[in-house]
């Protein structure tokens, strides 16, 4: 009789092991929530001036190293000695991936980036730390026939410093624009007088860094910071710029990424 009573018993306390086992398993695969909270706040953005954002990095296509083809953001949390996170945002909740201690990683599709600061959150185990979630990069769509890269486009672009970028896609003949051109010799020739006179005026990247700089009466309505955008965007080989988008804040108007991919229509 003991040793039937000792089986029993052994048997049981197998089974209540597998069944922890297998609770185990399943919490490792389900998406929280856990007990730590971080909202997203808009790190990763850029305003860009007409109540949208900017991409602070753009990256598009798989053969170029983005996560998918298309249009896409990939959202990471910094979270220390977490082990398990999930992020909630308008695709629902969603358990994230863990690379390395404490980050986790989650691909999204593309949502409009002014919709997402306060709207997505993502909750974490472990202790509460100062927890950051950011969108490291992602690719826009585009679904116009015209062109409208905006001024925040270009200087954002400016922080790809391999080769090829943006720049590089549009260093051509026969102005060969670079950050470092002055905007007298290329947008408009001859605009900039007093206070930059007798110097030929600032150049590119002093117009990108200073949105208010110029003249009251710029060309084509547009101050120096638009309409440096538009001369850039005018420069992409195969694209004109569309002076119907500008203003356009749903980030559906530029061709290419800061590494000057094409991406495909929509």
Not at 32 to 43: A, D, E, F, L, R
Not at 130 to 156: D, E, M, V, Y
Request: proline share 9%; with cysteine.
């Amino acid at each position: 009789m003991n040793i039937i009573n000792r089986s029993l018993r052994r048997a049981a306390a197998l089974a209540f092991l597998l069944t922890l086992a297998a609770g185990f398993s399943a919490n490792a695969f389900a998406a929280g929530p856990y007990t730590n909270k971080v909202i997203y706040s808009g790190q990763g953005l850029t305003a860009d001036g007409f109540g949208g954002y900017d991409l602070n990095l753009e990256i598009c296509g798989v053969a170029n190293g983005a996560e998918v083809d298309g249009p896409y953001l990939l959202w990471v949390l910094t979270a220390t000695g977490a082990n398990n996170a999930d992020v909630t945002g308008p695709w629902g909740t969603a358990a994230m991936t863990k690379f390395g201690a404490g980050t986790f990683k989650y691909v999204s599709g593309w949502y409009p980036p002014a919709t997402l600061p306060g709207n997505v959150w993502a909750t974490y185990d472990g202790r509460n730390k100062n927890a950051q979630l950011t969108i490291s990069h992602g690719c826009r769509p585009f679904t116009t026939q015209g062109a409208w890269c905006s001024p925040g486009f270009w200087k954002n672009a400016l922080k790809v410093t391999t080769v090829p970028n943006a720049w590089t896609l549009i260093d051509v003949p026969p102005d060969f624009p670079t950050p470092d051109s002055y905007f007298n010799d290329t947008v408009v020739p001859d605009f900039y007088a007093n206070p930059f006179a007798p110097a030929p005026g600032p150049t590119l990247l002093t117009v990108l860094n200073n949105p208010s700089i110029g003249p009251a009466a710029p060309p084509l309505d547009l101050t120096a910071f638009n309409a440096t955008g538009a001369y850039l965007t005018d420069n992409i080989p195969g694209y004109q710029f569309d002076i119907t988008l500008l203003g356009d804040d749903d980030s559906d108007t530029c061709p290419i990424d800061h590494f000057g991919n094409y991406k495909n229509p929509q």
